[in-house]
């Protein structure tokens, strides 16, 4: 797998990946927003009205037809957030030009890709307003449904706590309020200006990537734009100043969901970061955690308990499913175990195990290519440049004294509790 990367206009980056692994290619535009509570609504509902319809393509069924035409691509049309950027993202699959014998067919992909995101439908000189109150309410209904799955709905919630006032806390489809306020003016006036003013990324994993790449642009780009705006790094240190919060909130469930949330205090690019990836892993990756064992193994006080990293803000969610009656028991065994971690109460054999485990994650990543280009993009998000061998590398030159260290600034922050009981 070779990667290459090259700036072909102002914060527009190529991002080269070069494989003969996949039977197709990838083609990805991203553009990276702030995260914020003015614009999440707005970035949600951009391509949801994008794939509706372009001046060749004026129906979705007719995108449809044109993507069934170039041998069964796929069309991803989506907003994610990386710590406190807001990511707009569009791509197109489809397979390898050698098992279809055409040696255009990936410019025709990127043809199509580029009308959807440059050449929208348009009426009178803004967007279609039937299109756009069908997306408004299909994007409330994302809203509202976010409930239906308690386990993901609790995770949202404790970040939306433990970072009230801050970016991270803005929910990636922002706020029904929001999406209520938008009309065809407000959101064509934004769309212009996410053309105009976003860092893009454009990342293209596969074989035949022998493509001219400034050419097929063409005119849909200024590469010479200007404005661009800048994003600043995440604040990775908490700005509470009184300890942690406990917040409990009340639903009807019949499993409470117990989130703590943690501050490591260490930025991605020190070294001691993957050390704390490593610390995460033995305290709650899996079977044979420290969690697992001593939560729901050894106590059978948890449905599941598991512990997951988030590199951006540099923070740790531990997150269990419990009998509502359980929560202190479980509060203060998972605060135990991670008091162990401190201390070095752990073995050889579970660092080891850890690492086989992570390793064996980085390689799954290069078996999609997806995966692959959601890799190299998070690189050049926080500025890193390492292979997944890097990666790999890094990984097994943890020691234990690292894994301690690592996990001496670790600070609680937050206790989540979604419960059916009134608590104050």
């Known amino acids: 797998m070779e990667y290459t990367r090259k700036v072909i206009g102002n914060s527009i980056g190529l991002n080269f990946v070069k494989t003969d692994k996949f039977k197709s290619n990838l083609i990805s535009f991203s553009f990276i927003r702030p995260l914020t509570n003015e614009e999440a609504s707005l970035n949600a509902l951009v391509p949801s009205i994008l794939k ?3 001046m060749s393509y004026m129906t979705s069924k007719d995108i449809q037809k044109r993507l069934e035409e170039l041998y069964g691509a ?43 995101i440059y050449n929208p439908l348009l009426v009178d ?24 799955d308690k386990k993901q709905y609790a995770f949202e919630r404790a970040i939306e706590e433990m970072y009230k ?27 212009k200006t996410i ?9 293209i994993v596969g074989k035949s990537l022998e493509l001219d790449i400034e050419k097929i642009l063409g005119d849909k780009i200024d590469l010479k734009r200007e404005n661009i705006i800048q994003i600043p790094r995440e604040n990775i240190f908490s700005k509470k100043q009184s300890g942690k919060s406990v917040i409990f909130e009340k639903m009807d469930v019949t499993q409470g969901k117990l989130i703590l ?22 305290l709650g990756g899996g079977p044979n955690s420290k969690l697992f064992l001593s939560v729901r193994e050894k106590e059978s006080l948890a449905y599941y308990v598991y512990s ?3 590199k951006y803000t540099s923070t740790m969610f531990i997150s269990s499913g419990i009998e509502i009656e359980n929560y202190e028991k479980t509060k203060e065994i998972i605060k135990d175990q991670v008091e162990d971690m401190i201390k070095g109460n752990f073995t050889d054999e579970d660092i080891s195990d850890a690492k086989n485990s992570i390793i064996t994650s980085i390689k799954t990543l290069q078996d999609n290519n997806y995966t692959v280009a959601e890799y190299y993009l998070s690189n050049v998000i926080s500025g890193e440049n390492r292979s997944f061998d890097d990666y790999v590398n890094s990984i097994q030159n943890v020691t234990k004294e690292d894994i301690v260290k690592s996990c001496q600034v670790l600070k609680l922050d937050t206790i989540y509790f979604l419960t059916n009981e009134d608590k104050r």
Not at 125 to 148: A, D, H, S
């Open 195 to 203: 053309l105009e003013t976003s860092p893009i990324e454009i990342t």
């Open 74 to 116: 796929n069309l991803n049309l989506d907003v994610n957030k990386k710590g406190e950027k807001h990511i707009i993202k569009f791509s197109i699959e489809g397979p390898e030009a050698e098992f279809i014998g055409e040696e255009n067919y990936t410019d025709r992909l990127f043809d199509l890709l580029l009308d959807i």
């Open 308 to 310: 997951q990293v988030l």
């Open 261 to 282: 949330g943690y501050r490591i205090n260490i930025p991605y690019e020190d070294r001691l970061f993957d050390a704390f990836i490593v610390a995460s892993e033995i």
């Open 125 to 148: 000189g803004t967007f279609v307003e039937e299109y756009l109150i069908q997306e408004k309410e299909n994007l409330i209904k994302r809203i509202e449904g976010r409930i239906n």
């Open 52 to 54: 509706r319809g372009t």
């Open 165 to 191: 006032g801050e970016k991270f806390g803005v929910y990636k489809f922002g706020d029904i309020e929001s999406v209520k306020k938008i009309d065809k003016e407000s959101l064509y006036k934004h769309y």
